[in-house]
């Protein structure tokens, strides 16, 4: 079974300060691993993902996303905060060996707020 | 190009009531996929559909049924309501070829059960 871990239920920091989001998850086989964002009243929005390649991936919004295998994790990262990224963000994982299934696992969700 | 719809947005309901919610996909995007989110139990698959059938199911009671048309548009069902029920329900499409990994979602349908 899959499973992601959003250890921080609430990221604080400063507006121009760099901010993480951090994320594991655990397959059976190798991860397809997604960021989603959601504002208040509002669907998920997708910022980045990783499929296979550069262990770096960059995304929507200044947002990138390190993929770390032998760490299993997935962290979010921006060099410089801004109020607005002040949301709720989604780690998601899907197993690329279960091509029968592709629900989404989703992490609990982390609050980041960014204060001015 | 216009992003996932669904309707209603909000929608209040009575216990043992039943509820259909609606969910337009991207144009060209052939597979939806509904998933529930509430504050204890986060975000949780229901289903996805594509070519009209239903290719994946999680783990809910047979209460919560769906549906896709022949224009990829999806409907979900619940019946029975259950004060449990309450909840944001949210459609994701996503193409069967080329970027198919990516799910886009919708702004959502918030469910009020009373």
């Known amino acids: 079974a899959q499973s992601v871990a959003q250890p921080e239920d609430q990221v604080n920091v400063a507006e121009g300060n760099p901010l993480t989001v951090k994320c594991t998850y655990s397959?059976?086989?190798?991860?397809?691993l997604f960021w989603y964002v959601q504002y208040p009243n509002r669907g998920l929005q997708f910022l980045l993902k990783y499929i296979t390649g550069d262990n770096l991936v960059k995304g929507s919004y200044g947002f990138e996303a390190e993929f770390n295998k032998s760490q299993t994790s997935f962290h979010l990262k921006k060099p410089s905060a801004l109020v607005s990224d002040s949301a709720l963000y989604f780690c998601?994982?899907?197993?690329?060996?279960?091509?029968?299934?592709?629900?989404?696992?989703f992490g609990s969700g982390t609050r980041l707020q960014v204060q001015p | 190009k216009a992003g996932v719809t669904q309707t209603p947005r909000y929608l209040i309901k009575t216990r043992g009531q039943q509820v259909t919610l609606s969910c337009s996909p991207i144009?060209?995007?052939?597979?939806v996929s509904w998933y529930q989110q509430t504050p204890g139990q986060g975000l949780q698959f229901l289903f996805e559909?594509?070519?009209?059938?239903?290719?994946n199911k999680g783990n809910f009671p047979g209460r919560f049924s769906g549906r896709q048309f022949s224009n990829s548009r999806s409907e979900m069902n619940v019946s029975t309501l259950e004060l449990g029920d309450s909840a944001l329900y949210l459609c994701?499409?996503?193409?069967?070829?080329?970027?198919?990994?990516?799910?886009?979602f919708g702004p959502g349908t918030r469910l009020l059960v009373l």
């Open positions: 559909y594509f070519s009209e059938t239903q290719r």
């Open positions: 998601a994982v899907r197993d690329y060996m279960d091509m029968g299934r592709r629900a989404l696992t």
């Open positions: 144009s060209g995007h052939r597979s």
């Open positions: 994701a499409s996503r193409p069967i070829q080329g970027e198919q990994e990516t799910q886009y």
């Open positions: 397959v059976s086989g190798n991860p397809y």
